[in-house]
C-alpha cells in the first residue's frame, strides 16, 4: 500500500509562511505525480497544487497561484508545499496523494493503490 506522512502544519497570523512536507513510501516515488489536496471544515477536499515525475511541471488552484509553490526531491521521496502570504481561507487539513494522470487541478484521481494518510492541520489566524 501506497502512503505517506504529511507534516508542517500549525498555526500562523495571516501574510504569514508554512512548508509542509509529504515523505512516501509504497510505491515507485520517481515515477509518478504528486499532489497536494486541502480540507477545509463543512467542505469538500481539493486539489490546491501538482507536480509531475520531474518537477519540471506544475500546476495550482487559482485561490493559491502566486502564493504557493511544490516542489519535490525525488531522493528523499518527498514533495513540499510552500505556503507565502497566507490567508484565513487557506485553512484546513492539507494531504498530498500520489496521482493517476492529471488533467486539471479540479480533476486529480489518487493511484488505486494509494491510502490517505492523516494530514497536516493548517490554521490561519485573521
Known amino acids: 500500500q501506497a502512503q505517506a506522512v504529511e507534516s508542517g502544519g500549525g498555526l500562523v497570523q495571516a501574510g504569514g509562511s508554512l512548508r509542509l512536507s509529504c515523505r512516501v513510501s509504497g510505491l515507485t516515488f520517481e515515477n509518478v505525480g504528486m499532489a497536494w489536496f486541502r480540507q477545509a471544515p463543512g467542505k469538500q477536499r481539493e486539489g490546491v497544487s501538482y507536480?509531475?515525475?520531474?518537477?519540471?511541471?506544475?500546476s495550482y488552484s487559482d485561490s493559491v497561484k502566486g502564493r504557493f509553490t511544490i516542489s519535490r526531491d525525488n531522493d528523499l521521496r518527498t514533495v513540499y508545499l510552500q505556503m507565502n502570504s497566507l490567508k484565513p481561507e487557506d485553512t484546513g487539513i492539507y494531504y498530498c496523494?500520489?496521482?493517476?494522470?492529471?488533467?486539471?487541478?479540479?480533476?486529480?484521481?489518487?493511484?488505486?493503490?494509494?491510502?490517505w494518510g492523516q494530514g497536516t492541520q493548517v490554521t490561519v489566524s485573521s
Open positions: 507536480i509531475d515525475w520531474s518537477g519540471r511541471f506544475t
Open positions: 496523494a500520489a496521482i493517476f494522470g492529471f488533467d486539471s487541478i479540479t480533476e486529480m484521481t489518487p493511484r488505486s493503490e494509494w491510502e
